[in-house]
């Protein structure tokens, strides 16, 4: 199904309580079907620990309201909080697949 409405993290811009308050409100439609609200945790600002801490907060929330989490960048913690997604920007995406052929490659 097509993505109705994505919450990307920001703290600077939105309260972590503000996005819960979201997330929760999206598992109580009735109407909501998987993808309509996707939360994209970004804050690539945080600490490692704190930016885990949060992973694993927002993973709580989305699995009980229903809806989709993705991690913006990181697919170790995406696959440590048992994420749906990763989002990767095209720069990143170049970076792994440069590890993953390693040095020798073209």
């Known amino acids: ?13 939105v309260p972590d309580a503000e996005v819960i308050a979201r997330i929760d409100r999206a598992g109580h439609t009735g ?7 996707v939360v994209v945790l970004r804050d690539k600002g945080l600490a490692k620990v704190e930016r ?12 009980a309201a229903g809806c989709l989490l993705f991690v913006a ?4 913690l995406a696959r ?16 792994i697949a440069a590890a993953r052929l390693g040095p020798d490659a073209l």
């Open 52 to 63: 885990a801490r949060a992973a694993a907060h927002l993973r709580a929330a989305t699995r």
């Open 73 to 76: 960048g990181d697919i170790e």
């Open 31 to 37: 109407r909501r079907r998987a993808g309509d609200f």
């Open 1 to 13: 199904p097509a993505l109705r409405v994505v919450q990307i993290t920001e703290r600077s811009t």
């Open 80 to 95: 440590n909080v048992a994420a749906d997604g990763v989002h990767l920007a095209s720069d990143e995406v170049d970076r």
